[in-house]
T-cell receptor, first 110, second 113 residues
């Protein structure tokens, strides 16, 4: 699986958009980009995934660059409850192995 | 709806003692099941996954083992715990079909003393 690189931490003001970047420069054509988040002392929660096109759901938007070497998770109006560690994962299809790195610790500031 | 249970929620065990953590899933059949461990301040490490009863794949060689005696039951065990086994243990499931989401349980926080 392709390796992902994320900044270790970010801050965002409450009510503003949070843009979390992820680099996956070795991604192959059949690998999907997944995003999960983990609120302190809880299990990770699935957010969104995509292959080539940008995706949006009730939680977030996923923007994937045309060359697919990087992506950005956007939380349009961050709230204090969005404070969590966000993981970007690249995996072939549905897959059986999900390798979580250390992610980005997002702190939403009042 | 589907739910996933893990117990116990917290556990303190001495070095060299045995371990048994249990995970059960309700509301689905033939799920893929996973055990992860998260050490303090670290990312999640995949330990084991199972695609069916009695079928276990190990990702990292260690003193832990896993078993799946029933379709919706996944057990993590150790005969002798090490200090390095301390961490947050998470069970997760995914349907065996063409879906992409893993659903995680509440976790067990294990402290080996």
């Amino acid at each position: 699986d392709a390796k992902t690189t994320q900044p270790p931490s970010m801050d965002c003001a409450e009510g503003r958009a949070a843009n979390l970047p992820c680099n996956h420069s070795t991604i192959s054509g059949n690998e999907y980009v997944y995003w999960y988040r983990q609120i302190h002392s809880q299990g990770p929660q699935y957010i969104i995934h995509g292959l080539k096109n940008n995706e949006t759901n009730e939680m977030a938007s996923l923007i994937i660059t045309e060359d697919r070497k990087s992506s950005t998770l956007i939380l349009p109006h961050a709230t204090l409850r969005d404070t969590a560690v966000y993981y970007c994962i690249v995996r072939v299809g549905a897959g059986n192995q999900f390798y979580f790195g250390t992610g980005t610790s997002l702190t939403v500031i009042p | 709806s589907q739910t996933i249970h893990q117990w116990p929620a917290t556990l303190v065990q001495p070095v060299g003692s045995p371990l048994s953590l249990e995970c059960t899933v309700e509301g689905t059949s033939n799920p893929n099941l996973y055990w992860y461990r998260q050490a303090a301040g670290r990312g999640l490490q995949l330990l084991f996954y199972s695609v069916g009863i009695g079928q276990i794949s190990s990702e990292v060689p260690q003193n832990l083992s896993a078993s799946r005696p029933q379709d919706r039951q996944f057990i993590l065990s150790s005969k002798k715990l090490l200090l390095s086994d301390s961490g947050f243990y998470l069970c997760a499931w995914r349907t065996s079909g063409n879906t992409y989401e893993q659903y995680f349980g509440p976790g067990t926080r294990l402290t080996v003393t």
